[in-house]
């Protein structure tokens, strides 16, 4: 597995803009078969910056029904990553 193929894109949500102005805390969709020590490195690689610590979670898919069909979205893996001081992500800033 590829480091770059580890991270799927970046979330971008007001409670990711929170985390991140208060602790340098980034949020990203990862694979679901991807640990810590992958992403962390993958971070590393791909923006250049110091990882402190990741945390992952699983984020259930929702249910839809459409009529007497239901289907349901799949499950999706994040991480939340946090960098050391004096480290960011500029394609959060816009810079």
Known sequence: MDLSDIIIRPIQSEKADILREKNRTYEFHVRKDSN???ISKAIEAIFNVKVETVRTYIRK???KRLGRFESQYPDRK???VTLEAGHK???FEGA
């Open 89 to 91: 992500l500029d394609i």
């Open 61 to 63: 898919g929702k249910t």
């Open 78 to 80: 994040r991480a939340m």
């Open 36 to 38: 810590k020590i992958d």
